[in-house]
């Protein structure tokens, strides 16, 4: 099984301010890993799919990059909207993992 | 508009049965793979199983091989989810995803709450 590790677990920024979260893959993913979005009581959302593509109507200011084993997403400067979980998933392999998360949090 | 809706869920006894559906609309239902994936509570995600779009593979996390059961109705669009032997850890939230096969998961139902508690 591949095991995703996020960090931070939490990140603590203030609107406006670029947020970087990272996630590392036990081991090679290719480029299969997607990001989502998550707020409280709501499904899931998916940002980014295989590496660095947006989805359907994801604002510019997502951006993710990264292969292999590691990657990031970045938000360029963060709206009051953007403060939620973010996980990372690979497709690369069965079992489909997930990372545990990345809680952004207003400072 | 694209919309997948669970249902089925509710409170069960520890070792007891449920299924749940997801219904589709506003996409070719059949040609796509489907998963569920569920979150227990205060939780993160958790890949619980996929099939695709033919049904002819499916594919399962190992803490439910042997229990639960997917399987869908290409003729109904709508995918389910067979649980038996439902233990106390299966308490979470399931969501019914559109894609997990080739694709990744960009539709997602609202949730079906499934709680097993004596």
């Known amino acids: 099984e591949i095991v995703l590790t996020q960090s931070p677990a939490t990140l603590s920024l203030s609107p406006g301010e670029r947020a970087t979260l990272s996630c590392r893959a036990s081991q090679s993913v290719s480029s299969y890993l997607a990001w989502y979005q998550q707020k409280p009581g709501q499904a899931p959302r998916l940002l980014i799919f295989d590496t660095s593509n947006r989805a359907t109507a994801i604002p510019a200011r997502f951006s993710g990059s990264g292969s292999g084993t590691d990657f990031t997403l970045t938000i360029s400067s963060l709206e009051p909207e953007d403060f939620a979980v973010y996980y990372c998933?690979?497709?690369?392999?069965?079992?489909?993992?997930f990372g545990q998360g990345t809680k952004v949090e207003i400072k | 508009e694209v919309l997948l809706l669970e249902s089925g869920g509710g409170l069960v006894q520890p070792g007891g049965s449920l299924r749940l559906s997801c219904a589709a609309s506003g996409f070719t239902f059949s040609t796509y793979a489907m998963s569920w994936v569920r979150q227990a509570p205060g939780k993160g995600l958790q890949w619980v199983s996929s099939?695709?779009?033919?049904?002819?593979?499916?594919y399962y996390a190992d803490s439910v091989k042997g229990r639960f059961t997917i399987s869908r109705d290409n003729s109904k669009n709508t995918l389910y989810l067979q649980m038996s032997r439902l233990r106390a850890e299966d308490t979470a939230v399931y969501y019914c995803?559109?894609?997990?096969?080739?694709?990744?998961?960009?539709?997602w139902g609202q949730g079906a709450l499934v709680t097993v508690s004596s």
């Open positions: 099939i695709t779009s033919s049904s002819g593979s499916t």
């Open positions: 998933q690979q497709r690369s392999n069965w079992p489909r993992t």
């Open positions: 995803a559109k894609g997990g096969y080739a694709s990744f998961w960009d539709i």
